[in-house]
């Protein structure tokens, strides 16, 4: 992918950060960031060449392990290793300012957003139709966490078919235009970019914000909407070349100001559905016709972290923190119809739903509790909790399996993974693919006759499995995979699989 345009980051010409704590001195270590690490990550660490680092981008990537990029630097980028140049005291000290908030936090704004805009390679040159032999709907879309890179593999054969480089540190699933061609990723520190499955080359990038949640894609095709942490708002890009349409501030009615806890496409609504993380509010983005892109306001009983739909994309089911559970949200008639009883901390935009007995129900794993939740989505009653080994964080099933499958993230069981019975609600299976080493992530086949499974490690690996025997058919070593998907299920926004 190369380097990001300098020029494009406004700040970076501005002074260092001045870090917020009052008991730590950080000027020498200051220094030595602005005299080693400015040029690639920038004087506001909002990123450059190098990815952001500022403790909203680097949330889920442990001290120990930055500690490590630090000393040794990380393969495959060109992050060099420091620990010739720096003692260990001076890199443990960097890791703490690199973890430590800015006092004045950076902004971005619509100049930035188009200043970083890039395209990638001649839109006229590319090929109409699939320059490979491999069914270009079950190609899978493997995101390699460890060494931030993406792997696409034949869902047939799976062999690797290519592997390029991310930008780092891709968060959420990948979402695909309707016909399966292009995917569009978004990665914690506010690159979107979109790639073309059929041609197997990047197209375009965009940097929309400084933290960013994820991305939908319109069912159109016409429209990309990422939602932000940093700034609070919703950028809207034209999906053909990622340019900027509009960036939407979110402001709750009652004149807050809020981060976006996700967005998503309802294929059925012609709409965009937003959570807003710091106002009790549900916005719907109208994108039929020639839309303006107007917030429809939907009051909401609590705020909305996580969520998930029902299979008709009628009701909405969300986390909500006073009910320490979730929420029904009608989106018809916009009202918040009901609670649901969920402890811990469900993961609902993990929850799957399936046909048993001919009625619709839902199953969310849980991220802080060792269970399954299984809701009854006519009545909104709970069917049954079913205890798992540890915390889960994702389940995935299809409609030709007999099982769904939910990992074990948390704890000390996380090399295990659950085959829930889909019927009887029993867990008929459990799998330990690699003894000690976290086991995570399903995504089918197209035709729901293989899965594969990701061992979330750094000498870990995807496992292929026959969905029927259970037998594993392949192993390809890989550094930390993390999600995987398969694009025609994600076309169809097939049952069983993440939306
Ligand atoms: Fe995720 C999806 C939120 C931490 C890996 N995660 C999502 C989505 C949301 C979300 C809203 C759905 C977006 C989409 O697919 O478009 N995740 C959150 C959090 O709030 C949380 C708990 C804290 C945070 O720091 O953001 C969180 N997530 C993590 C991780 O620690 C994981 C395990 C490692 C990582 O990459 O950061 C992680 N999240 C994922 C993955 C998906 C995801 C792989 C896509 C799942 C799918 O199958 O579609």
């Not at 080359?201 to 990422?226: I, K, P």
């Not at 009887?424 to 080493?437: C, S």
Request: with cysteine; proline share 6%; hydrophobic share 40%.
């Amino acid at each position: 992918m190369g380097l990001k345009p300098l020029a494009a980051l406004t700040l970076l010409g501005m002074a260092s950060a001045a870090v917020a704590t009052d008991n730590i001195d950080f000027s020498a270590t200051q220094k030595l960031y602005e005299e080693h690490c400015t040029v690639c990550h920038g004087a506001q660490r909002i990123g450059g060449a190098g990815p952001a680092l500022l403790p909203e981008s680097l949330g889920r990537i442990k001290k120990p392990e930055a500690n490590k990029a630090i000393s040794e630097g990380r393969p495959a980028s060109q992050m060099a290793a420091y620990k010739d140049i720096l003692s260990p005291a001076q890199i443990d000290s960097m890791v703490e300012y690199l973890y430590t908030p800015i006092e004045n936090p950076p902004t971005w704004d619509d100049a930035d957003t188009r200043a970083s805009h890039r395209m990638l390679v001649d839109a006229s040159t590319l090929s109409e139709t699939p320059l490979h032999q491999a069914d270009p709907l079950n190609l899978f879309v493997v995101v390699e966490a460890g060494t931030h890179h993406v792997t696409i593999l034949d869902g047939d054969k799976f062999e690797p078919l290519t592997r390029f480089q991310s930008h780092f540190a891709l968060h959420g699933g990948p979402k695909f235009s309707p016909d399966g061609r292009f995917v569009y990723f978004a990665s914690r520190d506010g690159w979107v970019t979109k790639y073309d499955l059929y041609n197997f080359t990047m197209v375009a990038e965009t940097r929309v914000g400084l933290n960013t949640r994820n991305l939908a894609v319109s069912n159109d095709g016409r429209w990309v909407l990422a939602g932000n942490y940093l700034p609070g708002n919703l950028v809207l890009l034209n999906a053909d070349d990622l340019t900027l349409v509009k960036s939407i501030p979110v402001i709750g009615e009652d004149g807050t100001a809020s981060r976006v806890s996700a967005v998503y496409t309802a294929p059925p609504r012609d709409s965009f559905i937003v959570a807003l993380k710091d106002t009790k509010e549900a916005w719907e983005l109208s994108y039929a016709g020639t839309p303006d892109f107007t917030p429809r306001r939907i009051i909401a009983q609590d705020f909305l972290d996580d969520f998930s739909f029902t299979p008709d994309y009628r009701y909405l089911l969300a986390t909500s923190r006073k009910a320490h559970g979730g929420q029904v949200i009608d989106l018809d008639t916009g009202k918040s119809i009901t609670d649901i009883p969920l402890p811990g901390m469900p993961h609902l935009g993990s929850g799957i739903y399936w046909k048993r007995n001919g009625e619709w129900v839902f199953a969310t794993p849980n991220i802080s509790k060792g269970l399954i939740s299984v809701l009854d989505l006519k009545t909104w009653k709970l069917i049954k909790e079913i205890p798992t080994e540890g915390p889960g964080f994702f389940m995935r099933s299809h409609i030709n399996s007999k099982y769904a499958w939910t990992d074990v993230f948390f704890g000390s069981n996380q090399e295990a993974v659950h085959l829930i019975d889909k019927q009887t609600l029993e867990i008929a299976h459990t799998l330990r693919p690699m003894p000690g080493k976290n086991a995570a992530h399903v995504e089918f086949t197209n035709d729901g006759s293989h899965l594969i499974l990701s061992v979330w490690d750094t000498e870990g690996a995807l496992i292929v499995y026959d969905a029927k025997t259970l037998k594993e058919v392949k192993r390809i070593p890989m550094n930390k995979p993390s999600g995987k998907y398969n694009v025609g299920n994600k076309i169809e926004f097939a049952e069983g699989t993440s939306h």
